[in-house]
């Protein structure tokens, strides 16, 4: 696969630089329900500014380039050590590049590596399956909106919900909460991945995995289904808004999966994600390694530019 290393870079880049369709569709909206004139509306407008910049001169859309996050499907007999390597290869001509930010810091000595390399980073995730092709999907999550994940081990006693018990309704209690708590820190308008059942680990890793969703799909569990559209209706009224301003807007996403539990344990974890959601994905051709297809790709107009031209979401 010697065109594999340089489609991983074009993964990164383009996931560092141009949000997705569905993302663009989303802020759109937050922007149309927004108030006119107010502190949340100037923010909103700012980020579809900044949005609109990142594509145009290829740059970084946040400061905070956030983990590098690679969920990897290969056809059986595919190398995944080969690929491994590449990745990281790529990982580190993309912060050369200036694409990542120099972002990884050893926990014990404080030094930053300076090539987004270390011990756990970045994070890899392979998986074989039984289709022909590679299918590589790559999110960036930023600290600001990582600090602001959350697990909760239900029953609990929640600030002003009360008790939230194993159920749908305590579940719901849960989110609230959890979009609540999270505030302006969490860069809003944001989205969030949640897991329900699992144990503490499995349900942190879902709830992320819950991310690479498209904003506007359907959960196919109708319970979920339902409760989704709760939680976007909910926590749009909380009044939180844009970076914390106050305001009509304050998600953009709820994701929810589940999974068995323990009859002992029941968590709900949420993955918070901010509005710099930085998710790309391509399916590649395992003999060549250079991309066949974008996923994630559609329509991506203009956010706010003046007489900007349609943005694709193709390859550089």
């Known amino acids: ?46 980020i579809a500014i900044n949005v609109d910049m990142a594509v145009t001169n290829c740059g970084p859309i946040c400061q905070d380039t956030g983990m590098p996050t690679f969920e990897i499907k290969t056809p059986v007999g595919v190398n995944q050590i080969v690929m491994k390597k590449q990745i990281l290869d790529a990982i580190v001509e993309a912060t050369k590049q200036g694409k990542l930010r120099p972002n990884t810091v050893d926990s014990l000595t404080g030094k930053n590596t300076g090539n987004n390399l270390g011990d756990g980073a970045p994070i890899l995730h392979f998986e074989q399956w039984e289709e022909p092709d590679i299918e590589v999907r790559l999110i960036l999550k930023g600290g600001g909106c990582e600090n602001k994940n959350i697990q ?114 029941f968590f709900v974890t949420v993955a918070y994600d901010c509005w710099a959601f930085r998710r790309l994905g391509v399916v590649i051709d395992p003999s060549s390694g250079k991309i066949k297809r974008w996923l994630y790709k559609g329509d991506t107009p203009a956010m706010k530019m003046a007489n900007a031209e349609a943005l694709p979401l193709t390859g550089r």
């Open 1 to 46: 696969m010697e065109h594999f290393k340089d489609s991983m870079l074009n993964l990164i880049v383009e996931t560092s630089t141009n949000l997705p369709a569905d993302v663009r569709r989303a802020l759109k909206g937050s922007m149309d329900r927004e108030k006119p004139g107010t502190q949340s509306d100037l923010a909103l407008q700012t």
């Open 152 to 265: 909760y081990s239900v029953p609990c006693e929640l600030p002003d919900l009360g008790r939230a018990d194993r159920t749908l309704d305590g579940v719901r209690k849960c989110l609230l909460h959890a979009v609540w708590q999270a505030q302006g820190q969490g860069c809003s308008v944001g989205a969030i991945g949640v897991a329900i059942g699992g144990d503490r680990t499995s349900g942190y890793s879902y709830a992320k995995q819950q991310l690479f969703r498209e904003l506007d799909d359907i959960n196919p569990n109708p319970e979920l289904a339902k409760l989704e559209a709760y939680v976007m209706e909910s926590a749009n009224k909380l009044g939180i808004g844009a970076m914390g301003f106050g305001g009509l807007a304050t998600l953009i996403g709820c994701k929810i999966g589940s999974y068995h539990r323990l009859p002992a344990s």
